[in-house]
């Protein structure tokens, strides 16, 4: 099934961090797997011949579809705040991009 698409336990371990997530041992084994499957099944997509296809951005040929506003419960910020691993005086706290 395609090229070597098998991912490293280091590959597994770096989406995990960029996803934010900690896995155990077990769990990138099962990533790591899961995760060279879709790759391979990837490269047998990419085998196919797509050259007489137009590009397209959307399938459905709904233009301007709206729904009409409805107020909603929101989450209060110490629901939005939960998973943030740094907070400071009820706001997250990012690294700064500018200088």
Do not use: W
Not at 43 to 68: A, I
Not at 79 to 88: N, S, T
């Amino acid at each position: 099934m395609g090229k070597n698409t098998n991912l490293s336990r280091e590959q597994v371990l770096h989406i995990a961090k960029l996803a934010n997530l900690t896995l155990t041992e077990k769990e990138v084994k099962k990533f790591k797997k899961d995760l060279s499957d879709i790759l391979a099944y990837i490269d047998v997509l990419n085998e196919l011949d797509t050259s007489k296809v137009k590009p397209t951005s959307q399938v459905t040929g709904l233009k301007n579809v709206f729904r009409e506003d409805k107020e909603s419960r929101c989450l209060s910020q110490e629901e939005a705040l939960v998973g943030a691993k740094v907070k400071h005086q009820g706001y997250f706290k990012v690294k700064a991009i500018f200088e």
